[in-house]
């Protein structure tokens, strides 16, 4: 049986990505990011050790050792965890951030990546494993966009696309074709948090994957939490790109939006984006 390496972070998606490997014929080696993972990993995996996320030479170790010559990546690491100082890192995390150009979620992860192939591990797309979890096009809610709400969307793209081209962020918040928000380094809750705050209500959130999204990491995804977010601030759409985003619990996060009285959209322009600066 082939083994697939699961490095594992926030939320839902690691249990699904390993529920999906192992309808697949995979054996699953997890690896769950300790104070990041949801300890039912061990409950869907066939190994799973507990590891810091500033472990790098650990984690790559331990799938070695374990005969992994695949691996796929799931589930938030925030970007901020570098920033925080109980967090030591291991002499190759160490190696790896002095080599980095800048600290941008690009060249992390790449940066990442290339450590894996150097011990023959291949980094799969997480798509891979979650292709029945991507956000389909069209309105998902039974509330629709308003035209104005629909303007915003366009509008949203447009900057979303440009923040994603230089490796900024995923999301935009947006009220009235004003940008409210750009997603930094807190992470899309707290960018819908922040940007909500400032457009009082109604403000249309707006999520996308990069124009040079790298499939094997940082693949946009909403979810409950996303929903949460948004109705503490009374934010009303949610769009998300249509093909290139995971949406967690379709079913539930369907349901809540239209108790709470959100759209979701998944959203593809026929002609990409066409930012004019």
């Keep these: 049986?082939?083994?697939?390496?699961?490095?594992?972070?926030?939320?839902?998606?690691p249990l699904a990505v390993a529920e999906e490997a192992r309808s697949q014929g995979y054996s699953i080696v997890a690896i769950g990011l300790e104070s990041?993972?949801?300890?039912?990993?061990?409950?869907?995996?066939?190994?799973?050790?507990?590891?810091?996320?500033?472990k790098l030479g650990t984690i790559?170790?331990?799938?070695?050792?374990a005969g992994v010559r695949e691996a796929v990546m799931a589930g938030k690491v925030p970007k901020s965890l570098l920033y925080k100082s109980r967090l030591i890192p291991d002499a190759r995390a160490v190696k790896l951030l002095f080599s980095l150009k800048d600290r941008s979620d690009d060249a992390i992860l790449?940066?990442?990546?290339?450590?894996?192939?150097?011990?023959?591990?291949?980094?799969?797309?997480?798509?891979?494993f979650s292709a029945g979890l991507l956000t389909p096009e069209g309105i998902l809610t039974k509330k629709k966009p308003s035209e104005s709400?629909?303007?915003?969307?366009?509008?949203?793209?447009?900057?979303?696309k440009e923040i994603g081209r230089i490796d900024i962020g995923q999301t935009v918040v947006i009220k009235d074709?004003?940008?409210?928000?750009?997603?930094a380094i807190e992470g899309t809750d707290e960018a819908i948090r922040r940007g909500g705050s400032l457009a009082r209500e109604g403000a249309v959130v707006v999520k996308i994957a990069k124009p040079r999204q790298d499939m094997r990491f940082d693949v946009p995804a909403a979810g409950l939490d996303t929903l949460t977010a948004m109705r503490a601030v009374r934010?009303?759409?949610?769009?998300?790109?249509?093909?290139?985003?995971?949406?967690?619990?379709?079913?539930?996060?369907v349901a809540a939006a239209?108790?709470?009285?959100?759209?979701?959209?998944?959203?593809?322009?026929?002609?990409?984006y066409t930012l004019d600066l």
Excluded: H, Q
């Excluded at 049986?1 to 998606?13: H, N, T, V, W, Y």
């Design 1 to 13: 049986m082939r083994k697939l390496g699961l490095i594992a972070g926030m939320g839902e998606l």
């Design 36 to 54: 990041l993972a949801d300890r039912a990993l061990a409950s869907v995996a066939d190994e799973t050790t507990w590891i810091s996320v500033a």
């Design 60 to 65: 790559i170790n331990t799938l070695k050792k």
């Design 110 to 128: 790449l940066a990442v990546t290339k450590e894996l192939e150097k011990d023959g591990i291949i980094l799969r797309n997480t798509t891979d």
């Design 149 to 160: 709400e629909w303007k915003d969307i366009r509008f949203g793209w447009e900057i979303a």
């Design 177 to 183: 074709r004003a940008v409210m928000a750009v997603e």
């Design 235 to 253: 934010a009303r759409v949610l769009a998300l790109e249509a093909g290139k985003s995971i949406l967690m619990g379709r079913e539930k996060v």
């Design 258 to 272: 239209n108790k709470a009285g959100i759209t979701i959209v998944g959203y593809r322009p026929e002609d990409g």
